[in-house]
């Protein structure tokens, strides 16, 4: 875990695409789109059917790693509306035996229009100055936590380009990368990124490295 400060707050960045709270006990993560690959089988496109199964164990792992006992998920839980009833009974069993050992809240995301199983619902939520929702709001002034935006680094080097799931922070808002395992990306520095962090005066995308934090400027403001 490497250790890391957000509005006034101790964090730690679990791994490459999760958020641990310490004062909290709580596990952030964002974007699962469980049931992806089922949805995507469903018109046409054949996609490895074990998606979830791998980002549900991902999210155990991190709940081992760091002794969590709450799970936020910040939204778009499931790819879609049918998503729930589509879970093999494996992975519908790792979701049922994950609700009942942490208490577990689902944030509502664009994709989140039905019946979630296990854990508790919201739109969004405020918890110790902190806004917990999924789609960052421009103008919000209040120290905020979302996903949906998926973003990545893209870093060239040698003639190759290489992407990495980064985290998005500015001085009040800090956008998560997506955790699900089929999840593709949006470039940190793309306008609809920075639209979503203002106001800001600096932006940088965060990447943990050999145990220590990385920061690279994607956006500053000349005014």
């Not at 639209?195 to 050999?210: E, H, K, N, Y």
């Amino acid at each position: 875990m490497v250790p890391f400060s957000f509005a006034g707050e101790d964090f730690a960045l679990v791994g490459q695409r999760a958020l641990y709270w310490p004062r909290e006990r709580a596990l952030l993560v964002a974007d699962l789109h469980l049931e992806k690959a089922s949805f995507f089988a469903r018109h046409g496109q054949m996609l490895p059917p074990y998606d979830s199964r791998e980002t549900l164990e991902r999210v155990a792992d991190a709940i081992g790693q760091t002794g969590a006992r709450r799970v936020y998920c910040l939204g778009d839980n499931f790819h879609d509306t049918g998503g729930a009833q589509r879970l093999e009974p494996h992975a519908a069993g790792m979701l049922d035996a994950l609700t009942r050992a942490v208490d577990w809240v689902w944030i509502a995301g664009n994709h989140d229009r039905g019946a979630i199983p296990g854990g508790t619902a919201l739109g969004e939520l405020a918890l110790s100055g902190l806004v917990l929702r999924h789609e960052a709001v421009p103008g919000e002034t209040r120290a905020e936590l979302s996903g949906h935006f998926h973003p990545r680094l893209r870093v060239s080097a040698r003639g190759r380009t290489v992407a990495r799931p980064c985290w998005v922070a500015g001085e009040r808002k800090l956008i998560l990368p997506a955790f699900g395992t089929l999840t593709g990306g949006m470039d940190a520095a793309d306008p609809a990124i920075i639209a979503a962090m203002q106001p800001a005066r600096v932006i940088d995308a965060l990447v943990p490295a050999g145990g220590k934090l990385a920061r690279f400027p994607v956006w500053r403001n000349a005014a």
